[in-house]
Antibody, heavy 119, light 107 residues
Framework: QVQLQESGPGLVKPSGTLSLTCAVS?????????WSWVRQPPGKGLEWIGE???????NYNPSLKSRVTISVDKSKNQFSLKLSSVTAADTAVYYC????????????WGQGTLVTVSS | DIQMTQSPSSLSASVGDRVTITCRAS??????LAWYQQKPGKVPKLLIY???TLQSGVPSRFSGSGSGTDFTLTISSLQPEDVATYYC?????????FGPGTKVDIK
């Protein structure tokens, strides 16, 4: 059973860069799956941020594309998110998630990690 | 980009009631529509995919229907453990947009 675990700083200063990592266990990041980031501001809905395939191919939400970089580290079986120029509006629970290579929904999710943007 | 809307935004129903939530896509998405359940403080859980296919382990009181732009999630007999927010999501192409959610509680 694949498991996803997010990690990273819980507090980021405004204008800084948010950096998170999702460790994959129980399966290989080089399997036929896309690996995504989804966020949820406190009390609000879900927003898809972007995804990466183990080849390095990415898809990003156009609303965040200019500030987002998702990368993969196959040697560590993990993938990462960087979101630059953060503001308080980026305060959210950040989830990593997995979907299959075909047209599939998100069947596996990490537990989520709260990132607060504040000075 | 395709926008997803849901109605109602919240509802309150009695145990045993039939509950229906509607999701609408601004353009046709065939049947590439998923429903998630998120209980307070918990991770979203996949309930239904391909508009009407129940994920393994999901109680049969949940069902989904629709194709194209209009979809519904039905709970045939609402149970106390169904208190949650329900989100629809399109996955025919990126961006994989979620609906704004429907909060369901017990009257």
């Amino acid at each position: 059973q694949v498991q996803l675990q997010e990690s990273g700083p819980g507090l980021v200063k405004p204008s800084g860069t948010l950096s998170l990592t999702c460790a994959v266990s129980g399966g290989s990041i080089s399997s036929s799956n896309w690996w995504s980031w989804v966020r949820q501001p406190p009390g609000k809905g879900l927003e898809w941020i972007g995804e990466i395939y183990h080849s390095g191919s990415t898809n990003y939400n156009p609303s965040l594309k200019s500030r987002v970089t998702i990368s993969v580290d196959k040697s560590k079986n993990q993938f990462s998110l960087k979101l630059s120029s953060v503001t308080a509006a980026d305060t959210a629970v950040y989830y990593c998630a997995r979907r299959c290579i075909a047209l599939c929904p998100f069947g596996y999710w990490g537990q989520g990690t709260l990132v607060t943007v504040s000075s | 980009d395709i926008q997803m809307t849901q109605s109602p935004s919240s509802l309150s129903a009695s145990v045993g009631d039939r509950v229906t939530i509607t999701c609408r896509a601004s353009q046709g998405i065939s049947n590439y529509l998923a429903w998630y359940q998120q209980k307070p403080g918990k991770v979203p859980k996949l309930l239904i995919y391909a508009a009407s296919t129940l994920q393994s382990g999901v109680p049969s009181r949940f069902s989904g229907s629709g194709s194209g732009t209009d979809f519904t999630l039905t709970i045939s007999s609402l149970q106390p453990e169904d208190v949650a927010t329900y989100y629809c999501q399109k996955y025919n192409s990126a961006p994989f947009t979620f609906g704004p959610g429907t909060k369901v509680d017990i009257k």
